[in-house]
């Protein structure tokens, strides 16, 4: 349906631009007004990549696709309708779907949002999310109003790791003011998810082994092992030696035991996939989740599987309720200035258990027209404030945090809870000199229902000088102490830590062979003083050194080099060596780029290898092709990854285009 609806987007754009791009039409006074007041910006492009690895598992698909069409729609120099299709042939390989479709037009007080698309409301309530459906934001004035409803993840089955529910979302904000001198927002957030059948009713194969970076031998017995859910017809076992791309029977209409003994067969293979399916229903299915190496004169190895049997209900449908506020009050044009943000949330894990009795909890009533308190209910609090000083020289920030351990919100993309934190930073500059100094205090087990309390002060301080007109040094220094209270010694934590690095800035020249020569050097040196890690002490040396130069006008070449020096444990010692070296050409009036990347770096045990090769052509003021090539080489041993060769290559294209422009 989207790729339809990309084509006929295309079709119509270019119907349209036929007549009035050539100027060709009769009406002329009314094609001068719609070229003045209207017009069509934006861009659409394609981009494609080639993906292989020998001696791993593929971490990326073997091939995609994507397409890519931006237009947007200019109205009287008023009005601004962006909309945004990607299409793409990783789809739902993360589970959530990828493609996406999105509207947003913006006129000077207001914006719609249809499709896909994220907001910032606080970091409390909303914010890092994409969310398919709709919003509107209106700010007429210092009126301020905004709302988003939509879908956030759609049902998958499976477990805790690949599992999830349809995430309904209904998000508010209605407030007063200005970002840049005082304001208020009120925030309401519900989200809740679909009581959809029980993921175990959902049938489902699943295997086992061999699942990947398993090593078979060609004619030893193996066991191919599965387990079904809801499946009670017999299977079929097949292999593919190409990645999945296809498939040879091993085994039909084999009873539904959980388990096959194969004795394998050729052609070797490191690209080996096991798919095990439905007799009568084939798309119940599945297939090993990485590849395996089939071969002659190897040692077989089955690989450990870190979960046999998925646990169905490890994932639960989920509802939350937030009530938030946000805002700032300053004085004195910004000089002085409080910034605040706090909201309440109340949060069921599993929506099918039981209701509570309201008189007995002491629930809000006004709650409880659109929450229903379970057993396992929880409510907390969140809230972030600091106070700012801003001179002209001198600012300093005293901040204050405070996350309950019960607090959820379904509307953000990760938050951490259970943490109290203290904060004070404070800047300076005098001349070309600037000094950062920072002090922050953490600490959990805010309702002390932990065996003991984890806490942490860090203190950085930096500062920056432009010594001459070429000569820029920094200098920074970071310190972290983490420790706990607990008396027992297999759970007491003693960590410390000092981080100093120094960075030096030559610029040599603007039009000479030298031009920049930049030098920095990083000492870090940690402790932790825990009873079950003797002599746990780790010091690492730093040193890279770079330069960038120009043989002609149109060549540049950057080389670097550098060396890491780490001592653990005062007995394993490492020294890393890494270089890289760049180089640069233009040619066509700089419409040619063209850029060759060499990085290589080294140790005792390990080597490994890059060659990047990129080029781009400005085909005309509007089209762009580009090209990627990539190659790595890894020899390792089998503690740090063994040995592995991988390519990627990609080709994008991209075209820029204004329609309709007024002249």
């Not at 990645?243 to 539904?256: R, S, V, Y």
């Not at 002209?392 to 996350?403: A, L, M, R, Y």
């Amino acid at each position: 349906m989207k790729a339809k609806l990309l084509l006929i987007s295309i079709f119509v754009l270019i119907q349209f631009h036929s007549p009035f791009a050539k100027g060709q039409g009769n009406d002329s006074t009314s094609q001068n007004f719609f070229q003045k007041n209207f017009s069509i910006t934006g861009e659409i492009g394609a981009y494609g990549e080639l993906y292989s690895i020998e001696g791993q598992p593929k971490r990326r698909p073997s091939s995609t696709g994507r397409i890519f069409f931006r237009p947007t729609i200019n109205l009287f120099g008023i009005f601004q309708i962006p909309f945004e299709f990607l299409l793409s042939t990783e789809g739902s390989a993360a589970r959530q779907n990828i493609n996406q479709f999105g509207i947003n037009p913006k006129w000077g007080w207001g914006s719609l949002q249809a499709g896909d698309f994220t907001e910032e409301y606080s970091q409390f309530t909303l914010s890092g999310i994409k969310i398919r459906g709709g919003g509107l934001s209106l700010t007429p004035g210092k009126f301020r109003f905004s709302t988003a409803v939509g879908f956030t993840q759609r049902f998958v089955s499976g477990g805790a790791q690949d599992g999830s529910f349809k995430r309904f979302l209904f998000a508010a904000k209605l407030g007063y003011g200005s970002e840049e001198s005082s304001f208020i927002d009120f925030i309401f957030l519900r989200a809740r998810d679909e009581n959809n059948p029980a993921p175990s009713n959902q049938k489902s194969i699943t295997i086992i082994s061999p699942n990947g970076n398993d090593v078979f031998e060609i004619g030893t017995l193996q066991v191919i092992r599965w387990v079904s859910n809801g499946v009670d017809d017999a299977v079929k076992i097949e292999i593919s030696r190409d990645g999945g791309a296809t498939f040879e029977l091993i085994a039909d209409n084999q009873p539904n035991v959980g388990f096959y003994n194969w004795t394998v067969t050729g052609a070797p293979t490191f690209q080996a996939i096991v798919k095990v399916s439905s007799q009568n229903y084939p798309e119940i299915s599945d297939v090993s989740d990485f590849v395996f190496t089939i071969g002659t004169n190897v040692q077989s190895m089955v690989a450990a599987n870190p979960s046999e049997i998925i646990n169905y209900y490890s994932i639960t449908p989920q509802e939350n309720v937030l009530l938030g506020t946000r805002g700032k009050i300053s004085f004195l044009e910004n000089i002085i200035s409080l910034e605040f943000e706090g909201a309440g949330s109340v949060y069921t894990r599993d929506i099918r258990a039981s209701e509570l009795n309201l008189d007995s909890t002491g629930f809000p009533s006004f709650l409880a027209q659109f929450f229903k308190p379970r057993v396992g209910t929880n409510y907390d609090f969140a809230v972030n404030t600091s106070l700012n000083l801003n001179f002209p020289s001198f600012n300093t920030k005293v901040g204050f945090k405070n996350i309950g351990p019960g607090y959820q919100s379904l509307g953000t993309a990760f938050l951490l809870n259970d943490i109290r934190e203290y904060s004070l930073m404070n800047s300076i500059r005098i001349g070309t000199v600037g000094v950062l100094l920072s002090y922050l205090y953490q600490n959990d087990n805010l309702l002390h229902q932990k065996l003991f309390t984890t806490s942490r002060n860090i203190i950085t301080l930096g500062m920056n000088a432009m010594i001459t007109s070429f000569c820029n040094t920094s200098l920074s220094a970071n310190y972290l102490n983490m420790n706990n209270d607990s008396n027992n010694d297999s759970t007491k934590t003693d960590f410390g830590s000092l981080v100093i690095s120094t960075n030096q800035s030559l610029s040599i020249s603007q039009q000479g062979f030298f031009r920049n020569i930049n030098i920095n050097y990083a000492f870090q040196n940690s402790i932790n003083n825990s009873y079950l890690i003797q002599n746990a002490k780790t010091t690492v040396h730093t040193l890279n050194l770079s330069a960038i130069v120009y043989p002609m006008n149109n060549l540049s070449a950057s080389l670097s080099a550098g060396i890491v020096s780490s001592n653990a444990f005062d007995t394993l010692i490492t020294n890393t060596q890494n270089y890289s070296f760049q180089i640069q050409h233009t040619a066509f009036s700089n419409k040619l780029i063209t850029t060759l990347n060499l990085t290589t770096a080294f140790s005792k045990n390990n080597t490994s290898f890059r060659t990047t090769f990129s080029s781009g052509y400005r085909l005309t003021n509007t089209d762009n092709i580009g090209l990627v090539l990539s190659y790595m080489k890894y020899n390792g041993n089998s503690q740090s990854g063994g040995n592995f060769k991988e390519f990627i290559g990609s080709l994008n294209y991209t075209h820029s285009f204004n329609l309709f422009k007024g002249k």
